[in-house]
């Protein structure tokens, strides 16, 4: 997989493995993560829904659950590997892990919580590590402050100096800033870029939310039901995705069932009908098995709405349509509309005040080519 600079390809710096388990759930069934991937130096987003086995990969890397089989390891050095007998207790892995929940202890001091395990060392070098880690994420001020006396944003940097303290060589974030607001979510995460271009460790980040994994940009692994669904960068798996379970993951709101009618190699396009309607899309040209049903994926924010019927434009798939619903949520108005076939669309309030939205209202829609993605499973 790829990565940033020359330092971060140091094979002794990657993680590596190769996981099969199994775990009990609800109702007398069996969770199954298989999973085999080598993250490198620098950040490898793990991705996917609630159940996916992101948490699950996690706890087996920590040693919280012992894989059934396979094997993890730093470099050469195995963490875990059943078929030598190998398991290093947690405690001994050099592996740094911060939880959504930070668990930071409600009666001691920041400093004392990043101190809390270098019990081993001696306090002068103790105290030497924590000023470090507190000045690199700026708080080194709150040091005599206890959590409740400081922000969620500065609790977040409190526990993020307390995982790196002891100078993992692996660095687990599971969702860790999904409470903060973007601009502290941003801050820290470029302090934590910042202080990896220094150690250089393998950092896996955890989400569900496709804006902090562009954010983060470097490498993707999409998790569905314990297995590795896509790999690569973040436009790869995300912007182009090559599936279905991964499209839904990505945020593509309309998925169709489509045939295929015709071919425009000059155009680079083709044409595939939206089935059990008579709507034709125009979609990037790709390989596909003309003969069978094939999906197409289209977000909702990439949907144009207008009043009047649009004149001379570039896209190419251009509707009349009617709305059977509105919802506000937030910011954001979820429109859907009915061409022939039902989409969904999204707007900003002012977008719907400005072309008068209405519920059983006639509209035109507009859909570019390459906002059409052709989904090849």
Request: charged share 20%.
């Amino acid at each position: 997989m790829g990565c940033v600079g020359m330092e971060m390809n140091r094979p002794d710096r990657e993680l590596s493995l190769r996981i099969h388990n199994s775990v009990g759930g609800e109702r007398g069934a069996t969770f199954v993560l298989d999973v085999e991937f080598s993250a490198a130096a620098g950040f490898t987003i793990l991705f996917g829904a609630s159940g996916a086995g992101k948490t699950t990969l996690l706890d087996c890397i920590a040693g919280l659950q012992t894989p059934e089989a396979g094997r993890i390891a730093v470099g050469a050095t195995s963490l875990f590997d059943s078929s030598a007998g190998v398991n290093i207790p947690p405690n001994r892995r050099g592996v740094g892990y911060l939880m959504q929940t930070l668990a930071l202890f409600p009666h001691m001091t920041v400093a004392q919580n990043v101190q809390y395990g270098l019990d081993g060392l001696q306090k002068s070098e103790r105290e030497a590590r924590c000023t470090r880690e507190l000045e690199a994420f700026r708080i080194a001020a709150l040091a005599q402050r206890r959590p409740g006396e400081i922000s969620g944003g500065e609790r977040q940097r409190a526990a993020l100096a307390r995982a790196l303290v002891t100078r993992p060589r692996v660095l687990l974030l599971d969702e860790p800033l999904t409470a903060l607001d973007a601009v502290t979510k941003s801050q820290i995460l470029d302090d934590l870029r910042a202080w990896n271009r220094e150690q250089q460790i393998p950092i896996l980040y955890v989400t569900h939310q496709r804006e902090e994994v562009f954010a983060l940009g470097e490498n993707v692994i999409a998790l569905d039901a314990g297995t590795i669904v896509a790999r690569g960068s973040p436009y790869e798996v995300l912007q182009q995705p090559q599936s279905e379970t991964v499209a839904q993951l990505a945020g593509f709101e309309n998925i169709f069932e489509c045939t295929f009618v015709a071919e425009h190699p000059e155009q680079g396009t083709m044409t595939c009908r939206i089935s059990g309607s008579t709507v034709d899309l125009e979609v990037p040209l790709s390989r596909i098995d003309r003969a069978r049903p094939v999906r197409v994926g289209i977000r909702a924010g990439d949907i144009l709405l207008a009043s009047n019927a649009p004149q001379g434009l570039s896209a190419r798939n251009v509707f009349p349509g009617k709305i059977t619903s509105l919802e506000q949520r937030d910011v954001m108005v979820i429109a859907r509309v009915n061409c022939g076939a039902e989409f969904e669309a999204h707007v900003t309030p002012a977008a719907r005040e400005e072309i008068k939205l209405a519920v059983g209202g006639k509209v035109w829609m507009v859909v570019k080519t390459y906002s059409c993605q052709v989904l090849q499973e």
